[in-house]
């Protein structure tokens, strides 16, 4: 058995609206993301921190924003397929852990039911998921409440 490592990154920018999804939560807030699919950054790092860490590319080459049966599509489906990929190669997950770089909304309301529904995406237990916040001190565009940005990394364990 080996252990392969991955990481992620994914940013969006605000747009209108009055919530938006984190973690597979619909969150309130005074905007809402500009993306093709729900624009869920926690969901789309994580994706590319499972893909990279099983040497399987990026979101954009599995799930591209050219491709019209992506929008609007919830990202916990993004998770599942990959899941999937994963199984097939026998990795299994270890753990994630995911960053939300955010000037707001502020999640601690919604961390419990974010890590839930994380867990049950992957389907692990949810000791196997941590999410945490921070902001950028007012610094860049996160800083400036343009957007939204989240890192993910995730250790999972194989054959391979």
Same mark, same amino acid.
């Not at 998770?79 to 999937?84: D, G, K, L, P, R």
């Not at 950028?136 to 800083?143: A, Q, Y």
């Given at each position: 058995m080996s252990m392969r490592v991955g990481c992620g990154f994914d #940013?969006?920018?605000f747009g209108p609206g009055d919530s938006l999804v984190l973690g597979g939560v619909r969150v309130p807030h005074s905007r809402g993301i500009i993306a093709h699919s729900?624009?869920?950054v926690l969901m789309h790092a994580l994706v590319d921190a499972l893909l990279g860490a099983a040497g399987l590319g990026d979101i954009g080459q599995h799930f591209p924003d050219s491709d019209p049966q992506w929008r609007g599509v919830e990202s916990k489906r993004f #998770?599942?397929?990959?899941?999937?990929m994963l199984e097939r190669r026998h990795f299994k997950l270890i753990n994630a852990d995911l960053t939300l770089l955010a000037q707001s909304p502020k999640i601690a309301a919604w961390r419990d039911q974010m890590r839930y529904t994380i867990a049950a995406a992957l389907q692990v237990?949810?000791?196997c998921v941590n999410i945490k916040a921070t902001t950028?001190?007012?610094?860049?565009?996160?800083?400036r409440n343009e957007g939204l940005a989240a890192m993910a990394v995730v250790?999972?364990?194989g054959d391979a």
């Open positions: #940013v969006h920018p729900d624009g869920d #998770v599942a397929q990959t899941c999937q237990s949810e000791a950028t001190e007012h610094l860049g565009f996160v800083g250790l999972l364990e």
